[in-house]
């Protein structure tokens, strides 16, 4: 579930920026220990929140890294005594299968084919962009500005492997949405006719997206999902094993996935 360690690290990055405590320090390494559990690419927080903590509070730095490193650790172990050693093999046989030596070559046309699917990231990105220049002119910048070029660089590296999708998009869309917020937001007080051309195109890209959102609200619709395991009850008998992609179709069928993906 995507979403999920997107919202973990913006908390994170929330609690660093609004305040300066030793509970808000603990508070964010757990929220970025847990993004990672949830999702072995979410790394681009704790990145984030380290160099800003490194040029404000270096008091702090230690803290967070140890109690993020501390937690991430305990909460593998967990996860692997609880999988019976199978989290370990599949993270070992999975992290870099899709990784070759073309890795490089595939980040363009993959980004070209995701056009299509995402035309809201694609106006985003460069409004981000241009907030991030003024940003760095005006010597304003803030933890969120930070976030962009590290989820950026987690995005070069997922698109290295085959295989990468919109949900790889989420997390610098987010951020882009964020920083095109400010954006408005400063020319607004600084160029009123620039900032209304900023909705306009959101908007625009907004109503583009909207076809794609409804085709993707069907294909996961429960009843469409339901009808998929009927099917396969009755190609499968009850005690058969089945080797899927997918983990939440053995466990459909109260079974313990072969290989989680």
Same mark, same amino acid.
């Given at each position: 579930?995507?979403?999920?360690?997107?919202?973990?690290?913006?908390?994170?990055l929330?609690?660093?920026?609004?305040?300066?405590?030793?509970?808000?320090?603990?508070?964010?390494?757990?929220?970025?220990?847990?993004?990672?559990l949830?999702?072995?690419?979410?790394?681009?927080?704790?990145?984030?929140?380290?160099?800003?903590?490194?040029?404000?509070?270096?008091?702090?730095?230690?803290?967070?890294?140890?109690?993020?490193?501390?937690?991430?650790?305990?909460?593998?172990?967990?996860?692997?005594?609880?999988?019976?050693?199978?989290?370990?093999?599949?993270? !070992?046989?999975? @992290? @870099?299968?899709?990784?070759?030596?073309d890795?490089?070559?595939?980040?363009?046309? #993959?980004?070209?084919?995701?056009?299509?699917?995402?035309?809201?990231f694609?106006?985003?990105?460069?409004?981000?962009?241009?907030? *991030?220049?003024?940003?760095?002119?005006?010597?304003?910048?803030?933890? !969120?500005?930070?976030?962009?070029?590290?989820?950026?660089?987690?995005?070069?590296?997922?698109?290295?492997?085959?295989?990468?999708?919109?949900?790889?998009?989420? =997390? *610098?869309?987010i951020?882009?949405?964020?920083?095109?917020?400010?954006?408005? $937001?400063?020319?607004? #007080?600084?160029?009123?006719?620039?900032?209304?051309?900023?909705?306009i195109?959101? $908007?625009?890209?907004?109503?583009?997206? !909207?076809?794609?959102?409804?085709?993707?609200?069907?294909?996961?619709?429960?009843?469409?999902?339901?009808?998929?395991?009927?099917?396969?009850?009755?190609?499968?008998?009850? =005690?058969?094993?089945?080797?899927?992609?997918?983990?939440?179709?053995?466990?459909?069928?109260?079974?313990?996935?072969v290989?989680?993906d």
């Amino acid at each position: 579930y995507d979403p999920l360690p997107v919202a973990l690290q913006l908390s994170a990055l929330a609690l660093i920026a609004r305040g300066r405590g030793r509970v808000a320090i603990v508070i964010a390494a757990l929220l970025c220990a847990l993004a990672l559990l949830s999702k072995l690419g979410a790394i681009w927080g704790v990145g984030t929140i380290g160099v800003w903590l490194w040029s404000r509070n270096r008091r702090a730095l230690g803290p967070f890294l140890g109690v993020y490193l501390a937690a991430s650790g305990l909460g593998f172990l967990l996860v692997q005594l609880a999988s019976e050693g199978r989290f370990w093999q599949n993270v !070992y046989a999975f @992290s @870099s299968s899709a990784v070759g030596e073309d890795g490089i070559g595939r980040i363009p046309p #993959q980004l070209v084919e995701m056009a299509s699917i995402a035309p809201l990231f694609y106006v985003l990105l460069p409004l981000a962009v241009i907030e *991030l220049v003024l940003a760095r002119r005006g010597r304003d910048i803030t933890i !969120y500005h930070v976030a962009v070029p590290f989820a950026a660089a987690t995005l070069i590296i997922a698109l290295t492997r085959s295989g990468a999708g919109f949900n790889h998009l989420l =997390d *610098l869309t987010i951020l882009s949405a964020v920083m095109t917020a400010r954006l408005w $937001m400063r020319w607004t #007080q600084e160029h009123p006719s620039r900032a209304a051309l900023v909705p306009i195109a959101v $908007m625009l890209a907004t109503i583009a997206s !909207y076809p794609l959102l409804v085709e993707a609200t069907e294909e996961i619709s429960p009843g469409r999902l339901r009808g998929d395991i009927l099917f396969l009850d009755r190609l499968v008998g009850p =005690d058969d094993r089945i080797l899927s992609e997918d983990p939440s179709i053995p466990i459909a069928r109260d079974q313990v996935p072969v290989v989680l993906d």
